[in-house]
C-alpha cells in the first residue's frame, strides 16, 4: 500500500542493504519517471515487447516505462440518478444539482487533479491549457450541482455523491464490490477522455536485478498485460492486444467500448505537472469550493 514516495524511498535507504526490505522492483505515478533518472535510482532494461509499449509512456533509454494506464470516468448510481450523464457538458445540467463530486481535493489528490484536466479538454481547452477545467467546475459550483466532499465508494453507495469523477478500474471495481446494491453504471465521457499512466523500473541497487528482468518481461508479455486488465487496469499494450485480438471476449465486454480508449490523451510528464500546479493555485479563487 506504500505511495510511490515511499518506495522510492525504500530505494535510497536500502542502497547499501541486500535484505529483503530492498526492492528489486518499482511502480510509480508517471510524473516521477524524470526524478529516478536524476538520482540515478533505477537501471535501464528494454522487454522484448519495447517496441508496443508507446513512445510516450517510456523513456526512450529504458530506464522506466508504463505498465498500466486508466481513463477519467463516471461512476453513477443509477438507483438514484434517472438519466446518466454520458458527456461532461451533461452534468451542468439542472437535474444533477447536488449530485457531482470529485474523488480528491483538487489541491493535493491527482486523480482530481486530471478529472478537472479531462473536463479542460472536454471545453476547449488542451493539454498545455486547463483553464477551461477550472471554468467548467466554476459552473458546476455555482449551479450547485457540485458537491464540495472527497467521494469515495461508501458516498456513491448511499447517494450522497450519486455522481463521480474517478479512475475508471476503481470505478469498475466499486461497480463489482457494490454487486447491485445499489446498481453502477461507469461511463466513458464521450469527450475529454484522459489517461492516468503508472510506470515501472528496476532499482539500481535491486539485489535480483535478473529476476526483476525476468518479472519485467512476465509483466510486459501478453499474460502479463492480460492479468491487468483482469482487474481493469488497462495494460500499457492494450491498443497492440486489441489490434492483434488478444483480448477475449469475456474480458472485453466487462469494459466500455475500445474505441474510448483508442481516443484517450496520454499527456507528457511536463504537462502532467503543469497542470497540476496550475489547477492546485487557482482552484479556490476560480472555483471556490473547499473540498474537504
Not at 50 to 69: Q, R, V
Amino acid at each position: 500500500d506504500a505511495g510511490s514516495g515511499d518506495e522510492i524511498e525504500a530505494i535510497k535507504a536500502n542502497k547499501d542493504n541486500k535484505g529483503p526490505q530492498a526492492p528489486d522492483v518499482i511502480d510509480v505515478g508517471y510524473g516521477f519517471g524524470p526524478q529516478l533518472i536524476e538520482e540515478k535510482l533505477v537501471q535501464p532494461y528494454k522487454v522484448s515487447t519495447w517496441d508496443t509499449i508507446p513512445a510516450n509512456s517510456k523513456d526512450a533509454d529504458g530506464y522506466w516505462y508504463g505498465d498500466y494506464y486508466g481513463v477519467l470516468a463516471f461512476e453513477v448510481n443509477s438507483d438514484v440518478v434517472q438519466n446518466v450523464p454520458q458527456d461532461w457538458s451533461d452534468l451542468l445540467k439542472d437535474e444533477f444539482k447536488g449530485q457531482v463530486a470529485l474523488a480528491g481535493d483538487p489541491r493535493a489528490s491527482a486523480q482530481a487533479q486530471m478529472s478537472v484536466y479531462a473536463a479542460a479538454l472536454a471545453n476547449g481547452g488542451t493539454l498545455d491549457e486547463v483553464n477551461p477545467g477550472l471554468d467548467f467546475f466554476k459552473q458546476l459550483n455555482d449551479k450547485g450541482n457540485f458537491v464540495p466532499v472527497i467521494a469515495k465508494q461508501a458516498t456513491v453507495a448511499k447517494g450522497e455523491t450519486p455522481v463521480i469523477m474517478r479512475w475508471d478500474y476503481n470505478a469498475l471495481a466499486d461497480k463489482d464490490a457494490l454487486a447491485g446494491n445499489p446498481n453502477i453504471e461507469v461511463v466513458i465521457p464521450q469527450s475529454g477522455i484522459i489517461a492516468g499512466v503508472y510506470i515501472q523500473a528496476i532499482s539500481a541497487y535491486a539485489p535480483h536485478p535478473n529476476a526483476a528482468k525476468l518479472w519485467m518481461e512476465y509483466l510486459y508479455s501478453d499474460e502479463g498485460q492480460l492479468v491487468w486488465l483482469k482487474g481493469y487496469c488497462h495494460p500499457i499494450r492494450y491498443n497492440d492486444l486489441a489490434d492483434r485480438g488478444a483480448i477475449s471476449e469475456e474480458l472485453s465486454s466487462k469494459l466500455p467500448a475500445a474505441e474510448f480508449y483508442a481516443k484517450a490523451a496520454f499527456p507528457s510528464i511536463d504537462q502532467i505537472n503543469n497542470a497540476k500546479q496550475v489547477i492546485a493555485d487557482a482552484w479556490m479563487n476560480v472555483v471556490g469550493a473547499d473540498v474537504k
